[in-house]
């Protein structure tokens, strides 16, 4: 089955009592047990739950893995997979990553004994050069936040096999239909099913993807000893949104890409950061990477004060002011004191993402 055949019918049988053609949301806290001591489909909704396992299953095909897990967040999915991590053992991440999994990995691993550093996973030759023996984990964003950079998955992968590390992959802006890193060697992948995979701005959602079965074992024995569980209602939210997910992400990127070159013909627009325009850095890795566009994310930099950049989002008729990557609606922000507000402000230099009080900088997402 093609993929979108997969979206709506894998995890998608009808109610066997009733015939309903989609099934129920299923709110059981325990189930009755057969024998006291015998094997059960189900025993408790913390271990596993009829509707989680729904969405578990479509997530697990749409990105060719073993086994999904769904988390109550995207940074219950992510702290799921750092679990893996033992104190003294080093986890290597982008440097242009999202602004929460910066905060857990510097502010909450590293008080655990994870030593933690990140490096510009678009350059391939400097992930090499930053892996110690004591490395266990790279964390990449395949397109980056709020920068958009571009990261060499398949690359990335070379490594990780070479120097014997998991690779993980947030692919939360990607999503599976633009890029599928498993396919391109990567060990486990994971997204905040809060953003496309939801679609509707109306939950939180996390789900992590493990390309072997002992892994996605592992990681499910972690989760189900910790409790971050996606609910029922969230499982049955993302099995509707996975739904008309390529529909959505196709339009979307089409639209982005439009505004992203739009933007650029503007005089007060300084610069535009969008992996399909010819003159963003990661363009040629992005056309090879990434199937059917280039992503529903826009940032770009404004030629003007910190006065006229908070104009700009403050004064948007159609996109509103408010974090997260838009859905069907779309939305506008300024990354250094919202999205990326956790990064330390040197560490925020340092990638990039100007101060409010320096320059004006924001990003965009777009439906
Ligand atoms: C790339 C990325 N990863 C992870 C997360 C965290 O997801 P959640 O907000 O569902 O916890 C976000 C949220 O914005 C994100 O953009």
Not at 193 to 210: E, R
Not at 325 to 335: M, R, W, Y
Request: negative net charge.
């Amino acid at each position: 089955m093609e993929f979108r055949t997969r979206a709506i019918h894998v995890g998608q049988e009808p109610d066997p009592t009733s015939g309903a053609v989609v099934p129920p949301v299923q709110l059981a806290s325990t189930f009755v047990l057969p024998t006291a001591d015998g094997p059960a489909d189900y025993d408790y909704a913390r271990t596993g739950s009829p509707t989680r396992h729904a969405f578990e299953a479509v997530l697990a095909s749409l990105d060719g893995g073993q086994r999904a897990i769904a988390y109550a967040s995207g940074m219950a999915a992510t702290h799921g997979v750092t679990m893996l991590l033992k104190p003294g053992d080093h986890l290597l991440t982008g440097t242009d990553i999202y602004g929460g999994s910066w905060r857990l990995f510097n502010n909450v691993l590293a008080e655990q004994g994870i030593s933690v550093s990140a490096v510009d996973t678009t350059d391939l030759e400097a992930i090499r050069k930053a892996v110690r023996p004591e490395t266990r984990m790279l964390w990449i964003e395949p397109i980056g936040n709020p920068l958009l950079s571009v990261t060499d998955v398949a690359g990335c992968a070379a490594i990780a096999r070479e120097a014997d590390l998991l690779l993980v992959a947030d692919n939360t802006l990607a999503t599976p239909v633009l890029c599928r890193p498993l396919e391109l060697g990567a060990d486990i992948v994971m997204h905040s099913a809060t953003k496309y995979i939801g679609g509707h701005s109306d939950l939180l959602g996390g789900v992590v993807v493990a390309r072997d079965a002992e892994m996605g074992q592992r990681l499910h024995w972690l989760q189900n000893a910790t409790g971050g569980v996606m609910g029922p209602l969230e499982s049955f939210l993302c099995c509707r949104g996975v739904k008309t997910l390529e529909l959505r992400v196709l339009a979307q990127s089409a639209t982005a890409s439009r505004l992203a070159s739009w933007l650029q013909e503007q005089p007060q627009v300084r610069r535009v950061h969008y992996p399909g325009l010819a003159s963003h850095p990661g363009y040629e890795t992005a056309a090879r990477q990434f199937q059917g566009g280039f992503g529903g994310m826009v940032s770009f930099e404004i030629d003007g004060d910190v006065a006229a950049a908070q104009r700009v989002v403050e004064s948007t008729k159609l996109f509103q002011l408010a974090v997260s990557l838009g859905a069907v609606e779309s939305l506008i922000e300024l990354p250094a004191v919202m999205s990326h507000g956790s990064y330390a402000p040197e560490a925020r230099r340092a990638v990039g993402i100007s101060e409010i009080s320096d320059q004006s900088e924001f990003s965009k997402s777009s439906d």
